[in-house]
């Protein structure tokens, strides 16, 4: 699950920062961390997917993990059925479950707490994330800066949705942060177009000290002399 993750939001990542970027530097230091990443720990890697299938020999662990969170899907779905509306209650899953355990897909834990109704918003609200960074994307005239940031987000929401599928992260407050972070920066670019752009007077021309002395207690009866 954490291999997944990483390899799509870092796909993401290499996409805004390295290739759209024009940074080749960060595209071939990128390139050599993964093989490097592979070669040392690619063996683990390659035993953890045989262990799904059962025919592993060196981590009979992983079979049994995948097992039991077929099981919570299962559970978690039969109680989605029993309870579609209001859920089972914040925080209820580990005891409906029978083996205490939190169902491993963040999308089911709030569905089976929360409800169906509470799901739809919160899938509304992710989407309304991945809707203003959208509007950000296709903006012109964002400096460098920006256009980092707005890449960075995009990354990690994107790899929170993938990671969501396989760990229960409904409470966490990363998702509501990234979430809130676009909004306010969407709200701070909108400001900034409709500030209205005035032309700073240039310096005054000073006075004659003449002219000055003229209009002394009395303005305009002595014509100003230059």
Same mark, same amino acid.
């Given at each position: 699950?954490?291999?997944?993750? *990483?390899?799509? +939001? ?5 996409? &805004? ?8 530097? *960060? ?5 050599? @961390? ?7 720990? #690619? ?7 045989? !262990?799904? $299938?059962?025919? +592993? ?18 559970? @978690? ?9 209001? #859920? ?12 205490? &355990?939190?169902? &491993?897909?963040?999308?089911?834990? /709030? =569905? ?15 989407? =309304? ?22 890449? =960075?987000?995009? +990354? ?21 942060? !990234? /979430? !809130? ?17 005035? +032309?700073?007077? $240039? %310096?005054?021309? %000073?006075? &004659? ?11 305009? =009866? ?5």
């Amino acid at each position: 699950a954490g291999f997944v993750t *990483l390899a799509i +939001s870092g796909s993401v990542t290499m996409w &805004h920062f390295g290739i759209k970027g024009k940074r080749p530097k *960060l595209i071939a230091g990128i390139a050599l @961390a993964g093989v490097l990443l592979m070669a040392v720990a #690619g063996g683990k890697l390659y035993d953890r997917f045989a !262990a799904l $299938g059962g025919n +592993s020999t060196t981590d009979e662990n992983a079979y049994e993990s995948y097992k039991d969170r077929m099981y919570l899907m299962d559970r @978690a779905v039969d109680g989605i059925e029993r309870y579609p509306i209001f #859920g089972i209650g914040d925080n209820n899953f580990m005891t409906y479950s029978l083996i205490w &355990h939190e169902v &491993h897909m963040t999308y089911l834990q /709030i =569905a089976v707490e929360g409800g169906i109704p509470c799901l739809i918003i919160y899938l509304m609200f992710i989407r =309304a994330g991945f809707k203003n960074l959208k509007i950000m994307r296709r903006a012109t005239h964002l400096d460098e800066h920006t256009v980092l940031f707005v890449g =960075a987000l995009h +990354s990690s929401l994107i790899g929170f949705v993938v990671g969501a599928c396989f760990a229960p992260e409904a409470y966490q407050f990363f998702p509501y942060f !990234a /979430i !809130a972070f676009t909004s306010t920066l969407l709200q701070t670019l909108k400001e900034r177009e409709t500030v209205p752009t005035t +032309s700073v007077p $240039g %310096p005054k021309k %000073p006075r &004659h000290f003449l002219e000055v002395y003229a209009d002394y207690r009395n303005p305009g =009866a002595v014509t100003p002399v230059r």
